[in-house]
């Protein structure tokens, strides 16, 4: 499966964003999907998880009443809603394909890997 992240942007602290990613070539309802990011110099984390009927969700702490994961199954696609941005979100952010129809938040649960999408948040 090909996984086509976008929707990344330039920012200021306080404003909202919507991530899309849109897989293609391979199943997609059947499995979770997940948002990791990586900012420079850090090491990639975990984000937020849903479950393939889209009735499940696991956030990081960080993004947990502030990030919004959800699917529609029916186009193929993931979004992950943004909101009260900070600059410590600043980071690339990638969407994946989990092994099976849910995942926690460790990256080797998933399977296939977007190219990610530039978030940067300004104060």
């Known amino acids: 499966v090909q996984l086509q992240a976008s929707g990344g942007g330039l920012v200021q602290a306080g404003d909202s964003l919507r991530l899309s990613c849109a897989a293609s070539?391979?199943?997609?309802?059947?499995?979770?999907m997940g948002w990791f990011r990586q900012a420079p110099g850090k090491e990639r984390e975990f984000v937020a998880t849903?479950?393939?009927?889209?009735?499940?969700?696991y956030y990081a702490g960080s993004v947990k009443g502030r990030f919004t994961i959800s699917r529609d199954n029916a186009k193929n696609t993931v979004f992950l809603q943004m909101d009260s941005l900070k600059p410590e979100d600043t980071a690339v952010y990638y969407c994946?394909?989990?092994?099976?129809?849910?995942?926690?938040?460790?990256?080797?649960?998933?399977?296939?890997w977007g190219q990610g999408t530039q978030v940067t948040v300004f104060q």
């Open positions: 994946a394909r989990a092994r099976t129809f849910w995942a926690g938040n460790q990256a080797s649960e998933f399977s296939s």
């Open positions: 849903v479950n393939s009927s889209g009735g499940g969700t």
């Open positions: 070539g391979g199943a997609f309802s059947g499995y979770g």
